[in-house]
């Protein structure tokens, strides 16, 4: 069935490190994958998203890249940031079953950025 | 703010009780998804409506339920509550229901604040 599996489940990193999350998903016609950001008891929020036209896609800080043949997509996050703490879900849109845009998401990654 | 309310924020009630959770989308966005967050599970896609007509089903339970209204709003009834079913439940939008790479964002789902309901 579809599925999305994302890891690490925690990461630990330093101010100013790097982080990355990676998903692998199930459904290898799946053509939308976006990445949320949800804080304490807040809504998940987009904070970027990726095409399976293009390999990667950047936006200040954070990047994602696609690689369709492995069925996986990755979260960077350079120069981290305190406020960057929180828990990021990845997610895959099947083509299949009608291709009607839900999301399948994956357990979600809590991402602790230490001053 | 994403522009999707939602209401009530906060639900209590007790178990075999019945509750209706309410959805409005951005001005625009003809679909709407439900999704169950629960501590264990993670984001469950519910179920997703468009234009008024069911589209896709997730693995929504029997007792629950939904539906879109003619001014694009939509309903979640949860029934016969059992305590599993504490969660937060929150409904999304966007713009169509057949998304396609030529399609643009209109396939980018925008998150409500949620409504968290709590079965004592």
């Known amino acids: 069935g579809e599925n999305v599996e994302q890891h690490p489940s925690t990461l630990s990193v330093q101010e100013g490190d790097s982080a990355v999350i990676k998903c692998t998903y199930s459904d290898s016609a799946s053509n939308y994958f976006p990445w949320y950001k949800q804080e304490l008891g807040k809504r998940p929020q987009l904070i970027i998203d990726i095409r399976s036209n293009v390999g990667e896609k950047k936006d200040q800080r954070i990047a994602v890249t696609l690689n369709k043949t492995a069925k996986h997509f990755s979260l960077h996050i350079t120069e981290t940031q305190p406020e960057d703490s929180a828990v990021y879900f990845c997610?895959?849109?099947?083509?299949?079953?009608?291709?009607?845009?839900?999301?399948?998401f994956g357990q979600g990654t809590t991402l602790q950025v230490k001053p | 703010d994403s522009g999707v309310t939602q209401t009530p924020k906060h639900l209590i009630t007790a178990t075999g009780q019945r509750v209706t959770l309410r959805c409005s989308p951005r001005s625009g966005d003809l679909s709407v998804y439900w999704y169950q967050q629960s501590l264990d599970q993670g984001l469950q896609f519910l179920i997703q409506?468009?234009?008024?007509?069911?589209?896709a089903k997730g693995n929504i339970l029997e007792r629950f339920s939904a539906q879109q209204f003619p001014d694009l709003h939509s309903e979640l009834n949860l029934s016969s509550l059992e305590l599993g079913d504490s969660a937060l439940y929150f409904c999304?939008?966007?713009?169509?229901?057949?998304?396609?790479?030529?399609?643009?964002?209109?396939?980018?789902?925008?998150f409500g604040p949620g409504t968290r309901l709590t079965v004592l």
């Open positions: 999304a939008s966007s713009g169509g229901g057949f998304p396609s790479l030529a399609s643009g964002s209109t396939d980018t789902q925008y």
């Open positions: 409506y468009y234009n008024g007509e069911e589209r």
């Open positions: 997610a895959a849109s099947p083509y299949g079953s009608g291709n009607t845009g839900k999301l399948i």
